[in-house]
């Protein structure tokens, strides 16, 4: 069973920075595709950043050149580095990664910005 966990969510002052990983335990099988989303109350879930077989990446406007997904050496890890945050990236942050044709979903981590 693949489970894929979320971390690095906190409180940060407005201007502030966050860095975000996400890690998923699927044995030998490699990601595919990765995700970062977000949700904030009464709001639909939207793409914040994307990786597709480790050469296409994209960005929501709302975040391109704030925002910075990438991935390490360690097999489906994926991080998202969130600098001069504002106070609308508030919300629950969920990591999605693709899996033998399959996408697993973390169970979010959540990030505030607030003075």
């Known amino acids: 069973q693949v489970q894929v966990v979320e971390s690095g969510g906190g409180l940060v002052q407005p201007g502030g920075s966050l860095r975000l990983s996400c890690a998923a335990s699927a044995g030998i099988y490699s990601a595919t595709a990765m995700g970062w989303y977000r949700q904030s109350p009464g709001k639909q879930r939207e793409l914040v950043a994307g990786i597709i077989g480790g050469r296409v990446t994209e960005y929501a406007d709302s975040v391109r050149g704030r925002f910075t997904i990438g991935t390490q050496n360690v097999k489906n890890t994926v991080y998202l580095q969130m600098n001069s945050l504002k106070p609308e990236d508030t919300a629950v942050y969920y990591c999605?990664?693709?899996?033998?044709?399959?996408?697993?979903w973390g169970q979010g981590t959540q990030v505030t910005v607030s003075s």
């Open positions: 999605k990664q693709r899996i033998r044709g399959a996408d697993y």
